[in-house]
Structures are given as structure tokens and as C-alpha cells.
């Protein structure tokens, strides 16, 4: 059976487009790979592929500064392979070279960097990054000659499905097109139950669940965030929206690196706001930049209204943000998906959020893991804390082979 990869190619990818996604299987300038084709390795650093020469020089301008560094860090035994351990050793090992890197460049890795050196391939088992053979399927599990015999046991068809979805992902830009600008929302008139129903209702696209193409799955996807927030406020004693000018400030604890990609989509929440607000979006999380800017917004219903957007990253666990100085209190603490970060726990986490003492949502991949949460939290948590679990359901898409989160109501 061939993997669903095999042959697919994206012509003229601009390189902000190629570096939103890494895979060392696959070449990182037009997403090819095939069971045929050869791959070549970067000569120099070997931890990034290219499907041919012309691929090679066209990525060399941006990859020669990380990759000149890695060599010397080789050559002066500062960046170690890792030979056999734990998760937890190689892990470690991998956030080393993130940070040895770091240093050696004077600055903090983008996206792409970092997923090439923590994304670098090892065995499923032992962890040994040498000699290894790869599951032909879904092409992101590797095994070391002791441990081949083991290819069975993965979640071999989820990988397939999240790595269908990621590489679809790079051609479509998550920011919905321009004609989109949701004057109209909200509307009491018009009340959203479904994703599906704010799409014929604000995109009018009218087209039925089963003839989504990708793009307005991305687009889905990109608007589930502040349309969950949304959902909130319609129950006053979950969430209240201010009635006078207000800063209102949310805080992100940045989970995936779509919380950042998605960051615009908060502009539509402005919206729900009946006073002029300063919408301010916190995003904490320990793969994110530190930044600081104002996003754009629409002219109509934000701008002429008064309304300002404000966007600040920090690079850093929840926990420790709390307990920094530049902690600012949030009016909502959001956390898409929750999964612990590396090195974080739950009472660490939980005890950051009594710090805050204001609603958290959380949002979860099925019901049964809500539940898990939420016992989870109520264990922990001896106050009593509003906390709110919508639910993303998975729909598949019939045309395409991804499977996107989308948003819905239950
Ligand atoms: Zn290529
Ligand atoms: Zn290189
Ligand atoms: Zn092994
Ligand atoms: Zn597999
Ligand atoms: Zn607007």
C-alpha cells in the first residue's frame, strides 16, 4: 500500500510558507517525498532534506546560519548524538540543542529551526539516532535495527492523518480571505449553533458540509478560537462582556504553534465588545518568540468604533509567567487542547491559575478527555473555578484525506 505522501509537490512555495512546517522525511522546500526518490541530506549538518539540488540552493540563504552553527557545535563535541535512554534522556538531550544553538546564534530558533532539532529522527524504542528505517506509512516512526521487528505498535493511521493535515496546511494561508471581515458579526438575529451555520451566515458559502474543501477547513479552524470564546458569552454567568470601555485582556497558553499562526483571528472577538476596548492577547508558552505588536484590524467595526488590538508573546511555562514580573491579570485564561508541556505539571499549572482567580476555558479533543480534565482539575483545585469545555469535533472531510479539529457547539 502506498502512503498517502507518495509524489505530492507544491510548486513556488514562498519561504514563509515552507518554513511553517518541518519533517525530516520530507524535502522542506516543496513537501515532496516518494518511496522511490532518494532524498539528500544538507552536506553540511545532515538533519534537513531536500528532493534535489535546485531545492538544496534555493533554502541555502536561510539555512546557513543555523546550519554553520550546528557544524561547529558538532566539531567541538558540544552537540551530542544520542546513543540509547529514556524519552525523558533524549528529550532533554534535544532541548540541550535548542539551546546550545541559541547561544551559539545569539538569538531564540524560528519554528522550523526548532522542530529540526527536536523533530530529529530517532528510534521509537531505544531512542538511537543512528542506523535507522522508517514506517512507510506514516513515514514519522523510526526504528533502530535492534527494535525493527516493532514497527507494529504506533498510532500508525493518526500519524498519517496529522501529517496529511500539516503538509495540506502549508499551501493554504490560515488568514481567511480579505472579503471576509465579519461586519455583521454577531447578529442576535442570527444565532450560530455550528461552525457550519457561521459559515453560511457570515462566509455564504452555502455549500453543505460534505463539499468543504480544505481551505474552509483551515479557515474553520483558524476561527474556532475566539468563536469558542464567543459561545461563552452568551451565558452572562460563564463570561461577561463589559459595558463600559474596557482593556480586556486574554491570555493564551500557547500549546501549538497554531495559537501563533491563528493570532489574527482574534480581531473578530473585538466585535462581540458594545464599548470601545483594548483587546489585549497575552500568548505564554515555551516555543513562542517574545513579541509585541498591533495587529491589524478592520476599519469598519473596529476601528471607526474605537476598538485597538494589542498582541504580546512570551517565551516561557505558564506558571513561570505568574510568578514574573511581567504578569498582567487576565479577564479569561484560554488553553486549546490541553496537553501539559514539557517539565510543566498539573499542580503547577492549576496553581497558576489560582493566582489569576478569573474563568478558564479549556478545550478538548473528545468528551472522554474533557472528563479527564475536568476530574483532573477538580482534584487539584479546592476553589471553585467556572471552567468551560467545549468540544471539538472531528469531521472528515470527504474530498480531501485531512482531518481537521473544527469547532461546533454540543
Ligand atoms: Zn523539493
Ligand atoms: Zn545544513
Ligand atoms: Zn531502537
Ligand atoms: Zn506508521
Ligand atoms: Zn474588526
Not at 546513543?83 to 538569538?107: D, F, I, M, P, S
Not at 493518526?158 to 458579526?185: C, D, G, H, M, Y
Not at 510543566?344 to 491559575?353: K, R, Y
Request: aromatic share 12%.
Amino acid at each position: 500500500m502506498l502512503a498517502p505522501f507518495e509524489g505530492l509537490r507544491f510548486k513556488y512555495l514562498k519561504a514563509d510558507r515552507y518554513n511553517s512546517f518541518f519533517h525530516p522525511n520530507f524535502c522542506h522546500v516543496c513537501k515532496f517525498w516518494s518511496s522511490e526518490v532518494n532524498m539528500i541530506s544538507c552536506y553540511n549538518c545532515d538533519m534537513i532534506a531536500y528532493c534535489c539540488e535546485r531545492h538544496m540552493i534555493v533554502d541555502q540563504k536561510q539555512h546557513v546560519d543555523i546550519c554553520n552553527a550546528i557544524k561547529k557545535l558538532i566539531r567541538e563535541g558540544k552537540m551530542r548524538n544520542f546513543h540509547e535512554g529514556t524519552r525523558e534522556e533524549w528529550l532533554n538531550c534535544k532541548k540541550e540543542c535548542v539551546r546550545v544553538v541559541e547561544q551559539e546564534l545569539a538569538r531564540s530558533l524560528l519554528f522550523h529551526e526548532e522542530q529540526m532539532l527536536l523533530f530529529a529522527k530517532s528510534c521509537h524504542v531505544c531512542y538511537k539516532e543512528t542506523s535507522l528505517k522508517t514506517c512507510p506509512l506514516c513515514l514519522s516512526v523510526n526504528y533502530c535495527e535492534d527494535h525493527k521487528q516493532n514497527v507494529g505498535p504506533h498510532k500508525c493511521a493518526a500519524l498519517q492523518t496529522w501529517l496529511a493535515t500539516e503538509i495540506q496546511a502549508v499551501k493554504v494561508s490560515p488568514n481567511p480571505p480579505r472579503q471576509f471581515k465579519f461586519i455583521n458579526f454577531p447578529n442576535a438575529n442570527y444565532p450560530i449553533a455550528t461552525m457550519n451555520s457561521f459559515y453560511d451566515r457570515y462566509i455564504r458559502c452555502s455549500r453543505s458540509l460534505k463539499t468543504w474543501t480544505f481551505p474552509d477547513f483551515i479557515h474553520s479552524d483558524y476561527l474556532s478560537g475566539p468563536l469558542t470564546l464567543y459561545d461563552c458569552t452568551r451565558d452572562p454567568n460563564v463570561l461577561q462582556i463589559p459595558n463600559t470601555e474596557y482593556t480586556y485582556i486574554i491570555h493564551i497558553i500557547a500549546t501549538s504553534h497554531f495559537d501563533r499562526l491563528y493570532l489574527r483571528s482574534w480581531e473578530i472577538f473585538l466585535h462581540v465588545f458594545i464599548k470601545p476596548t483594548k483587546l489585549v492577547v497575552i500568548m505564554v508558552g515555551p516555543n513562542l518568540q517574545e513579541e509585541c505588536e498591533a495587529p491589524d484590524i478592520c476599519k469598519l467595526k473596529c476601528k471607526n468604533f474605537g476598538h485597538t488590538f494589542h498582541f504580546l508573546s512570551h517565551r516561557m511555562l505558564y506558571h513561570d509567567y505568574v510568578n514574573s514580573s511581567l504578569y498582567r491579570k487576565p479577564d479569561v485564561i484560554i488553553r486549546f487542547h490541553v496537553e501539559l508541556a514539557d517539565g510543566e505539571t498539573w499542580a503547577q499549572f492549576l496553581a497558576a491559575l489560582e493566582v489569576s482567580s478569573c474563568p478558564l476555558v479549556i478545550t478538548a479533543e473528545s468528551n472522554i478527555k474533557a472528563q479527564e480534565y475536568r476530574s483532573k482539575i477538580g482534584d487539584f483545585s479546592k476553589q471553585a473555578m467556572p471552567i468551560i469545555d467545549q468540544i471539538y469535533i472531528t469531521q472528515v472531510d470527504q474530498t480531501t484525506i485531512a482531518q481537521v479539529l473544527m469547532y461546533d457547539c454540543i
